[in-house]
Structure formats: structure tokens, C-alpha cells
Nanobody
């Protein structure tokens, strides 16, 4: 049984930082890439960042490029999203997602597994 559990969300002032974590279990195949998506109130879920199975290739949405960093620790089965210089428009529920494959993807339909989400609220 595959499980993805996000943590690290919360309320933060604009300009500050947060680090989200996604602990995975049950992903028994060695090659799986991971992604972070977010959904703001009244909006569709959107891609934020992705990382390949080795952690050697990453991809970011233009809106977070230069501010967010995705990383992974395969020994700990955990993926991270370091969010710096947060803005009120970053407020959303952030979801971790996993897919079997070697490459990064920004498309929701490519992902097989999803976490329950963690709320990030950025105040101005």
C-alpha cells in the first residue's frame, strides 16, 4: 500500500520561509519521480516542482522558480520543498505526488499517487 504524507505547512508572514516534507512508503520500485502541486481556493490544482528518481533533474513552475527548491533523500524516503521569499499568492493546499518513472513531469495525469495535502497560508 502506497502512502504519501505531507507535513510542514502552516501560517507564515510574507518574505519568510517554510519547508514541506513528504514521507513516502510502499513505493517499492526503485525508480520513481516526485512532484509538488498546489491548489488555492477557487482555483485548479497547479504544478509547483518535480524531481527525478535520482534527484539529479528538477523542474519548476515559473511562479516559484528561484524561490522554491525541491530535493529528496532516498535513504529516508522523503521529498522536500524548501519555500523561500513566500508571497501571499503562494497560499494554497500543497500536495505531494509520486509516479513510477525516471524523468520529471509537471502533468497531474502522469502521477499515480497523491498525499492528502498540507495547508500553507502566507499573510501580507
Amino acid at each position: 500500500q502506497v502512502q504519501l504524507v505531507e507535513s510542514g505547512g502552516g501560517l507564515v508572514q510574507a518574505g519568510n520561509s517554510l519547508r514541506l516534507s513528504c514521507a513516502t512508503s510502499g513505493l517499492t520500485r526503485s525508480a520513481y519521480s516526485m512532484g509538488w502541486f498546489r491548489q488555492a481556493p477557487g482555483k485548479e490544482r497547479e504544478f509547483v516542482a518535480a524531481i527525478d528518481w535520482r534527484g539529479s533533474s528538477t523542474s519548476y513552475a515559473d511562479s516559484v522558480k528561484g524561490r522554491f527548491i525541491i530535493s529528496r533523500d532516498n535513504a529516508k524516503n522523503t521529498v522536500y520543498l524548501q519555500m523561500n521569499s513566500l508571497k501571499p499568492e503562494d497560499t494554497a493546499v500543497y500536495y505531494c505526488a509520486g509516479r513510477f518513472g525516471f524523468t520529471v513531469s509537471g502533468r497531474e495525469k502522469d502521477y499515480n499517487y497523491w498525499g492528502q495535502g498540507t495547508q500553507v497560508t502566507v499573510s501580507s
